[in-house]
């Protein structure tokens, strides 16, 4: 018999009630024993539901107070030093400290949990000396067992893993610190088999990047000392996201079970089983179920490769599980009631793919004609949204099958842009600008939501805008900006603002997933056919450029980053969409572009984010998100400048793509990285324009001018003045006014400074 495990659920509760017990906590409304008490209840509850779906494995220790590495980190003790921290269990307050920062130290560093959206705490290792704090999985099996009779199965972040995704010692080290979390690994696996746990998960998301000799040696070191200290427990060795690097020696090492993503990772992994065939000994945990996406499974589809998987492993040795945690998915499609019916009954989110997992392994059982009516009605679900018009458009099929066949270029090469945009725009030395949002004032706020809920007109509403607007223009002629901007005051977000207006997306209502720490957010769903219906952007643009002599930028989000900030339909290539929101915003550039405007910034943050894990698929993904940037902005115009604008730092391994976009102009966020990115511009020689964000904007800190004076001088001795802009690091809705406006003046200022050297 197969039976149905789940590698984690969402912590965040149907309606973020865990994100508001967090927070209450945080601002001192809640006591600490009513936020265990209540976290409890969510945890106790989410558990609940597995049982009553029927989940054979039910995962414990996956719920968290933070995030699930930074816990890892605590169990073990390793809290950097700037905290006061003597031992023993982590006390809230340290956890907290060391995730959010305290009055007296700053927070650990927060990175991209692989290539998700989710965010997790960098474990620092330097000074620690890691002993075991608690036993949070054997707390977790304790709790599961007393209180609801459940046998649950304890997931555990592995040492592998857990060393590799942290920092604070040398290459030299990985071994001598691996061999002391091995003893705590040990000691935490010896308390559960103790306890009477039947198996334990532990998550090793790294084998599925790329991994060296040692590191498969080391691999054996640490599965063999756990299988001979703790012979008595079953592991089951958890991989996701990609298929695994070296499958022979993964499914090879001395443990009870292998957990492959057959999702993200079909193409590899199926191909290494059918070729390698599966160790008899070992069960195979089978994640067929899309930990990550919103949509049905086909169960046709799902069921012939269960069944072809079933056939590589001995009876009774195959779970049918989720492909990875189901953290980064919505907890559940039931809210919903807005979406058309068509979309809704498409979807499945976290609930609804535990039922998905259930029904699937009970089809493989007991034979399909035993649940024959889910079958028919997930055929006839995923089927209606396959056929809709909306996912058939002809229209924009055949218009971007025939600019895909295009090479998109520019009309000139970007030197003689340069040249005809400098006659043009006759701009100083050192252009200064911003990167396109200003303060988003609570008045800016309440204005919006007072026009969403209707209290406001249209005519309301757009006048306030545009008196932002005129503020704002005014503001920045007196600041002596050269290049200025409208402002953003109309937007919510740089995604959803679009994706209201564009067709092909839908909006849930309570969509919501963990971002990182109570931060939760609801992407868009990308559930069509793209296609533009009208000018987006170009009202307020052309309102602001009616105010001032100076050139105003307007300013779209790009194609690759609307993508990777929204859930996508999964039945086409990812490549397909990028050049469908390609042809959709290329559309925007031109209404723009005929409407005067004259320099137009196509943002692209999130360009990075998309990057497979697998080195091979890095190129051929640059290459087309490359290609979706210039068919964005290739019709324009040489005379029109087309500025990008990215962020979050991290690029310099894509400094060539980055150029091949063949912006006229790239402003970059640099302070955070204390000018490390300068250098990579220079070493690789960026020939196009670029500006370097001379200060950070995520606090409310005015620079001195001395400050980005420095920033600028340093810059300067690698880049070429002709072609050095001078801005913030990025946009500024998050800040005031005051401070907005003073820190602007001390660039102008610095900007001066700089000029008169040249
Ligand atoms: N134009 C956007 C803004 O200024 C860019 C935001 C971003 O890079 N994340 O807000
Ligand atoms: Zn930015």
């Known amino acids: 018999m197969a039976k149905s495990s789940v590698l984690g659920y969402p912590r965040i509760g149907e309606n973020r009630e865990w994100k508001k017990a967090l927070e209450a906590f945080w601002a001192g409304k809640l006591e600490e024993s009513e936020l265990h008490k209540q976290l409890q209840e969510i945890r106790l509850n989410h558990l609940r539901k597995q049982q009553d779906k029927g989940i054979d494995f039910i995962p414990v220790n996956d719920f968290s107070y933070y995030d699930q590495v930074l816990d890892t980190a605590a169990m073990f003790g390793i809290v950097p030093k700037r905290f006061a921290y003597n031992g023993g269990p982590v006390p809230i307050s340290v956890y907290y400290g060391i995730a959010r920062g305290t009055k007296d130290a700053a927070a650990s560093e927060m990175t991209k949990w692989f290539n998700t959206n989710y965010h997790y705490i960098v474990p620092e290792f330097y000074g620690a000396q890691p002993t075991l704090t608690e036993n949070k999985p054997l707390i977790a099996y304790r709790e599961a067992k007393e209180k609801l009779g ?142 990550r996406g919103i949509w049905k499974a086909s169960f046709g589809k799902k069921l012939e490769l269960l069944k072809e998987l079933q056939g590589l492993v001995s009876a009774d040795k195959l779970l049918v599980q989720t492909s990875c945690s189901l953290l980064h998915v919505p907890v559940t499609t039931k809210p919903e009631t807005k979406l058309q019916p068509e979309l809704k009954n498409a979807l499945a989110f976290a609930d609804e793919k535990l039922d998905e997992v259930v029904l699937l392994t009970q089809a493989l059982n007991n034979g399909e004609a035993s649940v024959a009516e889910a079958l028919a009605s997930n055929q006839s679900d995923v089927g209606a949204l396959e056929q809709s018009s909306s996912r058939n458009r002809s229209d924009v099929q055949s218009a971007v099958a025939r600019i895909e066949s295009q090479v998109p270029a520019r009309k000139s090469p970007f030197a003689e842009r340069n040249s005809a945009q400098q006659e043009k725009w006759q701009l100083p030395l050192f252009p200064t600008t911003t990167i396109g949002s200003f303060p988003q004032s609570t008045e800016v706020r309440k204005a919006r939501q007072s026009w969403r809920k209707g209290e406001w007109n249209n005519e309301q509403y757009s006048s306030f805008i545009q008196d932002q607007i005129d503020a704002w223009i005014s503001y920045q002629e007196e600041i002596g900006l050269d290049v200025l901007v409208h402002g953003e005051f109309e937007r919510t977000d740089m995604v959803e603002f679009f994706g209201e207006k564009l067709e092909g997306f839908a909006f849930t209502q309570n969509g919501w997933v963990q971002s990182y720490g109570s931060r939760c957010v609801k992407p868009p769903v990308i559930f069509g056919d793209v296609a533009f219906k009208e000018p987006m952007t170009v009202e307020e643009t052309v309102y602001a450029q009616s105010k001032t002599d100076r050139p105003v930028k307007g300013m779209l989000t790009g194609p690759i980053t609307i993508m990777n900030w929204s859930f996508v339909r999964d039945d086409i290539e990812r490549e397909q969409i990028a050049y469908q929101l390609a042809y959709a915003l290329r559309q925007e550039v031109e209404a723009l572009e005929n409407a005067g405007i004259g320099m137009i910034q196509v943002d692209e943050p999130a360009v990075r984010e998309g990057l497979p894990l697998k080195e091979e698929e890095q190129k051929p993904y640059l290459d087309w998100a490359v290609k979706a940037f210039r068919m964005t902005t290739c019709t324009v115009s040489d005379t029109t400048q087309i500025h990008t604008h990215m962020c979050y730092c991290e690029f310099h391994d894509m400094i060539d793509s980055i150029e091949e976009m063949d912006a006229d102009v790239i402003s970059i966020e640099t302070s955070r990285s204390h000018g490390e990115l300068i250098h990579s511009f220079e070493v690789n020689t960026y020939k196009h324009g670029i500006g370097l964000g001379v200060y950070d904007i995520h606090s409310p800190r005015v620079p001195d001018v001395q400050e980005m004076t420095n920033m600028i001088d340093r810059a300067l001795q690698v880049l070429d003045p002709k072609l050095f802009w001078i801005n913030p690091d990025c946009g500024l809705k998050t800040r005031g006014k005051e401070e907005t406006i003073a820190s602007l003046r001390n660039m102008v200022e610095a900007t001066k400074l700089a000029r008169d050297k040249f």
Not at 156 to 176: A, N, T
């Open 150 to 291: 459940i046998e649950g199965k304890p997931v555990i972040l592995g040492p592998f893993s857990f060393l590799k995704l942290s920092k604070g010692y040398g290459r030299s080290e990985v071994d001598s610190w691996l061999s002391i979390l091995l003893k705590l690994y040990v000691q935490v696996l010896q308390e559960l088999a103790a306890e009477g746990v039947q198996w334990v998960q532990i998550d090793e998301p790294v084998l599925v990047t790329k991994l060296s000799n040692d590191d498969v040696a080391r691999l054996r070191t640490v599965y063999g000392k756990i299988a001979e200290a703790v012979p008595g427990l079953n592991i089951m060795l958890q991989t996701y996201f990609e298929s695994v690097d070296q499958y022979k020696e993964i499914v090879n090492l001395p443990v009870q079970g292998v957990g492959l993503d057959f999702v993200h990772g079909l193409k590899g992994n199926l191909s290494a089983i059918r070729q390698y065939g599966f160790p008899a000994d070992k069960v195979l945990g089978a994640g067929v179920i899309d930990g």
